[in-house]
T-cell receptor
Framework: EPEVTQTPSHQVTQMGQEVILRCVPISNHLYFYWYRQILGQKVEFLVSFYNNEISEKSEIFDDQFSVERPDGSNFTLKIRSTKLEDSAMYFC???????????????FGDGTRLSIL | RKEVEQDPGPFNVPEGATVAFNCTYSNSASQSFFWYRQDCRKEPKLLMSVYSSGNEDGRFTAQLNRASQYISLLIRDSKLSDSATYLCVVSNTGGFKTIFGAGTRLFVKA
């Protein structure tokens, strides 16, 4: 079964450094998402992306964050100047068709654990 | 009011028990509903979509009440492998924003 892949599985970065998390969605999927989960807390929506632009973003997704689809396969999340509170698990997800009214579930990657020192 | 609210549990049940989880959501325009399960430090995995007419998948039954903005999950004949956190998930109109509940922790013991 095709799957969403994320790299690296664990990233350790000094506070203030930039970090890029990478995702390869399932190949025929068109809608992409990033979530984060701070240890012991709930999964939080960050951003959705379709047709090379952001469809929706949460209050968490401030100017520190950006997303990009640099080529036909990768979908990246960049955090410009990391803070201690950015330490979390970051999940990428994708869906093949419009989520609207279709009960289309998202397929999740197994996450990147980001540790800010 | 939280956008998606769940009883955090934990629920501790013996093997073979029936257990029910509830979830309420605040946005009446929400369009799509799901139950996911999450094992410790793993990604969420789809358990089942939830349809207006209610739906069943083996030992799992999901119900949706749009008037009450309420979703439920029933697990029959619990197995040890059902031990996990169950996440109620709601998508807004358009489906581009998905809100997760904080999850209900289930422990099934022998």
């Amino acid at each position: 079964e095709p799957e969403v892949t994320q790299t690296p599985s664990h990233q350790v970065t000094q506070m203030g450094q930039e970090v890029i998390l990478r995702c390869v969605p399932i190949s025929n999927h068109l809608y992409f998402y990033w979530y984060r989960q701070i240890l012991g807390q709930k999964v939080e929506f960050l951003v959705s992306f379709y047709n090379n632009e952001i469809s929706e973003k949460s209050e968490i997704f401030d100017d520190q964050f950006s997303v990009e689809r640099p080529d036909g396969s990768n979908f990246t999340l960049k955090i410009r100047s990391t803070k201690l509170e950015d330490s979390a698990m970051y999940f990428c997800a994708s869906t093949p068709t419009t989520p609207s009214g279709s009960n289309q579930p998202q397929h999740f990657g197994d996450g990147t654990r980001l540790s800010i020192l | 009011r939280k956008e998606v609210e769940q009883d955090p549990g934990p629920f501790n049940v013996p093997e073979g028990a029936t257990v029910a989880f509830n979830c309420t959501y605040s946005n009446s325009a929400s369009q799509s509903f799901f139950w996911y399960r999450q094992d410790c430090r793993k990604e969420p995995k789809l358990l089942m979509s939830v349809y207006s007419s209610g739906n069943e998948d083996g030992r799992f039954t999901a119900q949706l009440n749009r008037a009450s903005q309420y979703i439920s999950l029933l697990i029959r004949d619990s197995k040890l492998s059902d031990s996990a956190t169950y996440l109620c998930v709601v998508s807004n109109t358009g489906g581009f924003k998905t809100i997760f509940g904080a999850g209900t922790r289930l422990f099934v013991k022998a």
